[in-house]
Structures are given as structure tokens and as C-alpha cells.
């Protein structure tokens, strides 16, 4: 499939060994504080001036910017510009609301939500701000308060790419952030290959096992532990190799190792969708209409979305990536494949979500943001 769109280059080149020794770092934190900070420090603002100076140069010319929340070079260089611009994030749990507390606190009511609002707050000012900040003086830029809550989304619009089926808005949601619903990029002319077709047709649904862009120095040892993990549970399985590179030299029977297939082509063939909780891989196994079950390895978005699914029925209680052991994986591989329950909500929520169509919405809110500000956006 070809997209007529333009591409320009900004940053550096990807560095897959940092990005690995980085990851065996962050897996092994649970506070979402500290695990924000990390990401901050290795991801955000590895090198952000140089990516500022990329995207204020690709901007020249141009009428609108449209900027992930945690783009903060990008969205430094439309202001920079005089630019107006859109920003999208792909998880609700970080917007303040009185009607939900900060994640992972409980909801425990408007006047608790605001108490811990009010901490998290603080503890953002104290410890992420700084950070930001440092970077957006160095580029003459005026510094801003709550980065990672309101202070990382567009003052005018913020897309918001994720289904209310899965995260309802509450009632006081401030208006400038829209959810659209998912946006979905699929392959209709994608064909499965022949040996993993003929994998599929020799057994019942097997679980299937991604855990996308999360890698990390110890691939064999992961490989090893999911493998351990599905012979326990008496399971086939499907393990796509992702940026982690998952796979062993030799194969059990029972085991498919593979690397890239679009999750549109491969989810609903499964049982199950073992993954790691990222918006975009949460999404699609939700429109499979499978369960899933959610191996958080940042303890950000990625435990909100597996908080999320358990509460909806639609998968077990997450199990944070560094206390993955086979047994545990194994008893939760075990719990859904015995739920009719699990199973009947995953398909009706998978009904839901296949009729939305998150990109349509996304462009007409942009077109309309674009309009009422005479832009020549098409």
C-alpha cells in the first residue's frame, strides 16, 4: 500500500542498543513517577535540540503543526513559528478531571480526586517540570507548568486516538480534548504467509504474543519464559518477534515464532492477545474482539490500558513485566481460556469498536480547526 505523503527527517538515528539498555532499566520500575522520568531523560529529551532544529526547519512555510502530547521539540518549534497547532495523545488517563482520579490512585470521589490531583501536581512541578524546562530555555523558549498533564497538550485541541468504548469521557472532561476513537492503518492486500496459515488450520485458536516496540538486552530469556508460560498452560502459541527480538533457533511443535503481521490480519485468529498494553496494539486486540491479556513493561499508559481492560471484563488483572514468571503468565493464560464471560464481552466491546472510524473523525476535527482559522489545509 502507497500514502502520497511527504517526509522529512528530524533527530537522530535511531539507536536500537540504547534504546535496549534503556528498557531493561525502566521494566523494572512500578512507580509511574519515576518510570515517566526515565522515559523523559533517555526518550523525550535525548537529543532535543537537534530534533527541535529538524522540525523547525520542516515546518517553514507550512500552516498548521500537529505534534504528539510528549513532542515537546515539535511543539517548541511551531510556537517558535507562530504556528497554530494540534496536538494528539493516545491515552485519557493523564487528564485532570474530578470525576477520575490520577492513575493508578482509586476513585474514591470528587473531594479524594482532587487531593491527589493536587499531589500529583505538585510532584510534577517538582520533578518533571524542571526537566522540560531546562531544554525549553536552552532554545528560547518560555517555560510552561505540568509537562505530563496539561502542560504537554495543545491550549486550543488535543485529539485524543483511543475508543470511549474502552475509556468512557467523564462528564467534566474539559472540552478542547476529543476523542476520536482508534486510528487504524489497515493492509487488505496483506496475505498471511503459507507455513503460518497452515500453523493456524493445524489446531485450535492458539494465544497470540506481542509485545510490539518494547525491547530490552534479554530476548532469549523473555522468548524462554513465554514459551514455559504457554506449555503450562496446555496452549498453542503465535510470538511475533517485535523490537525485542523474540524467537529461539528451534521451534516447539506447538509454538509459531514470526515477525511482522499486521494485528488486523492476525488477532481475531487467536484465543487471546498477550501484549504489553501500548494504546495502538490495546486497540486492536479490543477490535478482534478477543481478550487480552496485558503484560505492562512501562508503568504509564500501558497499566492504565490493562487496568482499564479488567475492569470492562475483557481481560485479567495486568501482570507488570518484571514480576512475569511462566506460572503466573500461565494461571491468567488458564482464567480467560475457561471465561465464556471474558470471552462474550470481548466480542460485543470488538462489535463496538469495529465501527468506529477514528481517522475520518480525527481529519474532519482538524478541517475544522484548520477552517475557522482560514488555513489552506487539505
Known sequence: MVHSVGFYAVGVPFDFYRMHRAMDKVVKIKDPLRSSILLVKEGILYKAEKWYQGCLEA???????????????????AIKRNLPWISVSYCPGFVKTAENAPHPVPNLGKPFNTLAWRLVEWLMRKQVDPLFNEFVTSIGGKPRRLFGLDGMYSPELNLIAASPHISSPPRDFPI???????????????ELPPDLLNFLDRGSPPVIITFGSMGGTKSVETTKLLVEAVQRAGERAIIQAGWGNLGLDKAP????????????????RGCCVIHHGGAGTTASACRA????????HLATDQSYWGLSLYKLGVAPRPLHRCGMTAKRLAKRIEAVKSSNFMAD???????????????????????EFAANRNLAVH
Open 253 to 268: 511443535e506447538t509454538i509459531y515464532f514470526v515477525g511482522f503481521v499486521p494485528h488486523a490480519v492476525l488477532f481475531h
Open 345 to 367: 464481552r470481548a466480542k460485543t466491546l470488538g462489535r463496538k469498536i469495529q465501527v468506529e472510524d477514528g481517522l475520518t473523525t480525527a481529519v474532519g476535527l482538524i478541517e
Open 176 to 190: 478542547k480534548h476529543k476523542f476520536t476513537g482508534p486510528w487504524f492503518l489497515d493492509e487488505p492486500d496483506y
Open 59 to 77: 515546518m517553514a512555510g507550512q500552516d498548521l503543526a500537529i505534534c504528539h502530547s510528549a513532542d515537546i521539540a515539535g511543539q517548541e518549534a
Open 289 to 296: 474482539g478477543v481478550p487480552s491479556i496485558i503484560v505492562p
